[in-house]
């Protein structure tokens, strides 16, 4: 058989990823590597993320860190669903969660470029905190509670299968686009989350935050929360930021609304 070759520049290059600096708030900067071009919108850094690792290192002492007189020291169990760039998972590794789950769609490249970020911005001394592994909404979620250590009555970690691990905190950062995957969604925290135990601390909660990139969507963007509603979770609005920033600055729609950050905390 003839071999035809293709003329040089027949096919479009792939993009190539690039590498944004984020400041964190105590001046340190993280280089974080988006992948080059990808379907599942792994390619931007959302100013959800960006809200939502301030809103963690505003929040650290009682989203993160553990609480005092709980009957233990560790830190919070973080997952990070969607997680793109994995930036919130970072940030609550640096700001002092036990371990992070950071989780997004099992496809390689994705995979691979959280792992970078990682290996990129954690020290040593705290790259064990974050986990990198993939997971789709509604799946088996056997391999992702693999990752927790098992836990005594009291919360201290322990080799006796005492308590079955959850999570404290879970990352949900733009992902209410996905108009036909909020029932995975809910149903994964619901899986995932642990039950509500001290009614003064925030954790075990969700936090979602979005932005409205297409207006005229913008009731089904919200129908994840009005979802979480009718399933008993208790929703409240804790952050709105009219200057948060397009992630698409050429898409059509007001950008005001488009611009702006929405963030909820979902306790239950």
């Known amino acids: 058989m003839m071999r035809i070759d293709e003329p040089a520049n027949f096919r479009p290059a792939a993009p190539e990823a690039q590498v944004l600096d984020f400041v964190r708030s105590n001046g340190d900067q993280l280089?974080?590597?988006?992948?080059?071009?990808?379907?599942?919108?792994g390619h931007v850094l959302y100013p959800a993320a960006m809200l939502m690792s301030k809103y963690l290192e505003q929040n650290a002492e009682t989203l993160l860190k553990s609480v005092p007189g709980a009957g233990t020291t560790r830190g919070k169990f973080v997952l990070e669903l969607g997680a793109g760039a994995g930036l919130p998972g970072l940030t609550s590794a640096f700001e002092g969660a036990e371990l992070v789950v950071t989780t997004d769609f099992p496809d390689a490249d994705l995979i691979d470029n959280l792992k970078h970020n990682a290996d990129v911005n954690l020290p040593s001394q705290i790259r064990d905190r974050m986990i990198v592994d993939g997971y789709t909404w509604g799946a088996n979620p056997a391999h992702i509670l693999s990752h927790l250590p098992i836990l005594d009555a009291c919360g201290a970690q322990t080799p006796s299968n005492t308590v079955s691990p959850l999570f404290d905190l879970i990352l949900l950062s733009d992902l209410v686009f996905n108009h036909s995957q909020h029932?995975?969604?809910?149903?994964?925290?619901?899986?995932?989350?642990?039950?509500?135990?001290?009614?003064?601390?925030?954790?075990?909660?969700?936090?979602?935050?979005?932005?409205?990139?297409?207006?005229?969507?913008?009731?089904?963007?919200?129908?994840?929360?009005?979802?979480?509603?009718?399933?008993?979770w208790t929703c409240k609005k804790v952050v709105e930021d009219k200057n948060a920033g397009l992630a698409f600055p050429e898409d059509e729609g007001d950008p005001t609304i488009r611009g702006t950050v929405h963030g909820w905390m979902l306790t239950r």
């Open 183 to 232: 029932e995975a969604l809910i149903s994964t925290c619901e899986r995932f989350l642990r039950p509500r135990s001290n009614p003064e601390s925030p954790t075990p909660c969700l936090l979602v935050f979005f932005s409205h990139h297409r207006p005229k969507f913008m009731k089904e963007d919200n129908g994840l929360i009005e979802l979480a509603q009718t399933r008993g």
């Open 31 to 41: 280089k974080i590597r988006l992948v080059g071009g990808h379907p599942l919108w």
